[in-house]
């Protein structure tokens, strides 16, 4: 296939699009991929809409390959499957819901396990027909709070998604390690520099999750590793390990001191150290009360929580969210503190917060018998020497306090190092949820009904095409691999002579003929804009075909490493038919 640039519907820009945020929405603008519609939408153009298809096509075949079928559902859906399963409130504003002529409720999916769990009840009635993986690659909606970076968070994108059902755990399990190792051949063929880290399964009561990012610093995930292992996590899934719980008898008795002026950690460590309560105290020694208000899909009303953190770490409202899913987490206001007295700022103590009723989770650092410095619940005042189990007593941990570089492993080997990546894929095991809220049996051997057991498995397709040209462009431009690439090789006809244009479409048309796709740049423009273009589109192998023809030579240029050979033109094409197909 040949495409000619001379007719090409594209248009590349020379200026960097005003809105852009990283380079990969930079250079899928500029070389001509993509074009913004609203926030968060965008129009696929040709050589963009290739990129999209090769990656779907590989999406396709590994999903195929472990006997996955592909099916489709509208993305117009009717609400009454998410109402069953409480979705149609707990996604709350990131639903895109809209009403029909006649005042019926509907929404453009995010996400499609009711659908799939219902058309699987609506088919299969006997254990002898499962296990089943059904997927499809469609058009999602969601109404992101902040639609950014191009396609790597879109308001409308591309999902593959598929959904497992078996008949038991161990079924599961089977499914889900299915997925995995075809998400370990998809990200390998698409050339992704990727990770797979352990990642919260939220409200929905799964067990294992995990999610697939490719490492980048533009990323919005921020996952650690271990450098005493092969542990790694999304930092809203690290467990924070307790330290064991020590006996409370041989702690001195707790003692309330005037602190005054001591309303953050920092004066309370000071004033503590200068005013000799006996020994020395440093921030980690402290309890840190946070209040926030939380409220439940379908709530009106905020609820206090209470949570208590060692003085030297900051409360990470991502992680703290991440544990108290499907709820909604703020933080306080003026008025909230006016309308709860017994909240002294700068001096909260575990004491008023259980005298009143308001639940108070801690760090699953504050274990039984460690003692705390911490607020005494009136202005200028902070108590010593409060021991967890003896002086107060949590209503539960919660998993809220920041990660930092350097915090021991989880697994108990090395310490955590940080890096950023973009979420390209998740795997769950979803359990029963859905399969509950519609009953979905399978009619066993003893003729009793067996609940089915779900997974769901996503993939960003779309945000895909940005998540590699992340990882693979430079200061000119694109750099695409291989096996997503818009054409195999990129022909400049670089000169006006008629036998270069000749020499140029000759080598265009042997080329294509041995089943390369081959762009051919036939425009009527100078070498310098041309080969300008060739480095922004991006096209892993260019061939120049100018001067150096009269002497039976054309340039080959590797895109990646910029390395330019002299191949003789008579066998320039077995030459290239070698490259591409290595
Ligand atoms: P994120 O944390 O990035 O919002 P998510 O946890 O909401 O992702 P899932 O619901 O698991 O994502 O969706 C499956 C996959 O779809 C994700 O792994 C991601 O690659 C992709 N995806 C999710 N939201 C978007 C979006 N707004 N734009 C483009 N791709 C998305
Ligand atoms: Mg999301």
């Given at each position: 296939?040949?495409?000619?640039?001379?007719?090409?519907?594209?248009?590349?820009?020379?200026?960097?699009?005003?809105?852009?945020?990283?380079?990969?929405?930079?250079?899928?603008?500029?070389?001509?991929?993509?074009?913004?519609v609203?926030?968060?939408?965008?129009?696929?153009?040709?050589?963009?809409?290739?990129?999209?298809?090769?990656?779907?096509?590989?999406?396709?075949?590994?999903?195929?390959?472990?006997?996955?079928?592909?099916?489709?559902?509208?993305?117009?859906?009717?609400?009454?499957?998410?109402?069953?399963?409480?979705?149609?409130?707990?996604?709350?504003?990131?639903?895109?819901?809209?009403?029909?002529?006649?005042?019926?409720?509907?929404?453009?999916?995010?996400?499609?396990?009711?659908?799939?769990?219902?058309?699987?009840?609506?088919?299969?009635?006997?254990?002898?027909?499962?296990?089943?993986?059904?997927?499809?690659?469609?058009?999602?909606?969601?109404?992101?709070?902040?639609?950014?970076?191009?396609?790597?968070?879109?308001?409308?994108?591309?999902?593959?998604?598929?959904?497992?059902?078996?008949?038991?755990?161990?079924?599961?399990?089977?499914?889900?390690?299915?997925?995995?190792?075809?998400?370990?051949?998809?990200?390998?063929?698409?050339?992704?520099?990727?990770?797979?880290?352990?990642?919260?399964s939220?409200?929905?009561?799964?067990?294992?999750?995990?999610?697939?990012?490719a490492?980048?610093?533009?990323g919005?995930?921020?996952?650690?590793?271990?450098?005493?292992?092969?542990?790694?996590?999304?930092?809203?899934?690290?467990?924070?390990?307790?330290?064991?719980?020590?006996?409370?008898?041989?702690?001195?008795?707790?003692?309330?001191?005037?602190?005054?002026?001591?309303?953050?950690?920092?004066?309370?460590?000071?004033?503590?150290?200068?005013?000799?309560?006996?020994?020395?105290?440093?921030?980690?020694?402290?309890?840190?009360?946070?209040?926030?208000?939380?409220?439940?899909?379908?709530?009106?009303?905020?609820?206090?929580?209470?949570?208590?953190v060692?003085?030297?770490?900051?409360?990470?409202l991502?992680r703290?969210?991440?544990s108290?899913?499907?709820?909604?987490?703020?933080?306080?206001?003026?008025?909230?503190?006016?309308?709860?007295?017994?909240?002294?700022?700068?001096?909260?103590?575990?004491?008023?917060?259980?005298?009143?009723?308001?639940?108070?989770?801690?760090?699953?650092?504050?274990?039984?018998?460690?003692?705390?410095?911490?607020?005494?619940?009136?202005?200028?005042?902070?108590?010593?020497?409060?021991?967890?189990?003896?002086?107060?007593?949590?209503?539960?941990?919660?998993?809220?306090?920041?990660?930092?570089?350097?915090?021991?492993?989880?697994?108990?080997?090395?310490?955590?190092?940080?890096?950023?990546?973009?979420e390209?894929?998740?795997?769950?095991?979803?359990?029963?949820?859905?399969?509950?809220?519609?009953?979905?049996?399978?009619?066993?051997?003893?003729?009793?009904?067996?609940?089915?057991?779900?997974?769901?498995?996503?993939?960003?397709?779309?945000?895909?095409?940005?998540?590699?040209?992340?990882?693979?462009?430079?200061?000119?431009?694109?750099?695409?691999?291989?096996?997503?690439?818009?054409?195999?090789v990129?022909?400049?006809?670089a000169?006006?002579?008629?036998?270069?244009?000749?020499?140029?479409?000759?080598?265009?048309?042997?080329?294509?003929?041995?089943?390369?796709?081959?762009?051919?740049?036939?425009?009527?423009?100078?070498?310098?804009?041309?080969?300008?273009?060739?480095?922004?589109?991006?096209?892993?192998?260019?061939?120049?075909?100018?001067?150096?023809?009269?002497?039976?030579?054309?340039?080959?240029?590797?895109?990646?490493?910029?390395?330019?050979?002299?191949?003789?033109?008579d066998?320039?094409?077995?030459?290239?038919?070698?490259l591409?197909?290595?």
């Open positions: 296939m040949i495409t000619r640039m001379s007719s090409l519907f594209l248009r590349t820009l020379r200026e960097n699009p005003a809105d852009a945020e990283v380079p990969s929405h930079t250079l899928l603008v500029r070389a001509g991929y993509v074009r913004r609203a926030p968060g939408g965008y129009s696929w153009l040709p050589l963009g809409l290739r990129v999209l298809r090769n990656i779907e096509a590989i999406v396709r075949e590994e999903m195929d390959a472990i006997g996955g079928q592909e099916i489709q559902f509208p993305a117009l859906l009717p609400k009454e499957p998410y109402e069953a399963t409480g979705r149609w409130s707990e996604y709350g504003p990131n639903l895109f819901r809209l009403v029909d002529r006649k005042g019926a409720d509907y929404l453009l999916g995010p996400t499609h396990e009711e659908l799939f769990a219902l058309t699987v009840k609506g088919e299969y009635s006997s254990y002898k027909d499962y296990p089943v993986i059904l997927y499809q690659v469609q058009t999602k909606y969601r109404d992101e709070a902040r639609p950014r970076a191009g396609l790597l968070r879109g308001r409308e994108f591309v999902m593959k998604d598929s959904y497992s059902f078996d008949l038991d755990d161990e079924g599961l399990a089977r499914s889900y390690a299915l997925h995995r190792g075809a998400y370990l051949r998809m990200f390998d063929r698409l050339g992704l520099d990727y990770v797979v880290v352990a990642a919260t939220g409200a929905m009561g799964g067990s294992a999750s995990e999610e697939f990012l490492v980048a610093d533009t919005e995930d921020t996952y650690v590793r271990s450098t005493g292992s092969g542990y790694a996590a999304n930092v809203e899934a690290v467990v924070t390990p307790a330290p064991p719980e020590q006996p409370v008898e041989d702690k001195p008795a707790a003692q309330v001191h005037h602190t005054p002026d001591t309303p953050t950690i920092e004066t309370l460590v000071d004033f503590l150290n200068t005013h000799g309560a006996g020994r020395t105290f440093t921030a980690a020694d402290t309890l840190k009360n946070v209040l926030v208000k939380t409220r439940l899909p379908g709530e009106t009303e905020w609820t206090l929580l209470g949570v208590g060692p003085g030297d770490r900051e409360v990470d991502k703290l969210e991440a108290l899913e499907p709820a909604e987490v703020a933080l306080l206001e003026e008025a909230d503190f006016a309308a709860n007295p017994f909240l002294v700022k700068g001096y909260i103590g575990p004491g008023a917060l259980q005298a009143n009723g308001v639940r108070y989770l801690v760090d699953p650092r504050v274990v039984r018998g460690t003692a705390w410095a911490t607020g005494a619940d009136k202005p200028d005042h902070h108590v010593v020497d409060l021991v967890c189990g003896r002086d107060f007593t949590p209503d539960g941990t919660v998993e809220a306090a920041e990660v930092r570089e350097g915090d021991p492993s989880p697994d108990g080997h090395g310490t955590l190092v940080a890096a950023r990546g973009i390209i894929g998740h795997i769950f095991q979803l359990g029963r949820k859905y399969t509950d809220a519609f009953a979905l049996d399978a009619l066993g051997p003893d003729s009793k009904p067996v609940r089915i057991t779900m997974g769901s498995y996503g993939v960003g397709v779309s945000r895909l095409v940005a998540a590699i040209a992340e990882q693979h462009h430079d200061e000119l431009g694109l750099v695409w691999p291989r096996a997503v690439a818009p054409a195999d990129h022909v400049v006809v000169g006006k002579d008629e036998t270069v244009f000749d020499g140029g479409e000759r080598l265009a048309a042997e080329l294509s003929g041995r089943g390369l796709r081959v762009m051919l740049d036939d425009r009527k423009a100078t070498p310098g804009v041309k080969f300008a273009d060739a480095e922004l589109v991006g096209i892993p192998t260019i061939v120049v075909v100018g001067r150096g023809l009269a002497k039976g030579v054309v340039e080959v240029k590797d895109r990646a490493s910029g390395e330019r050979t002299e191949v003789a033109v066998s320039v094409v077995e030459h290239l038919v070698e591409v197909r290595s």
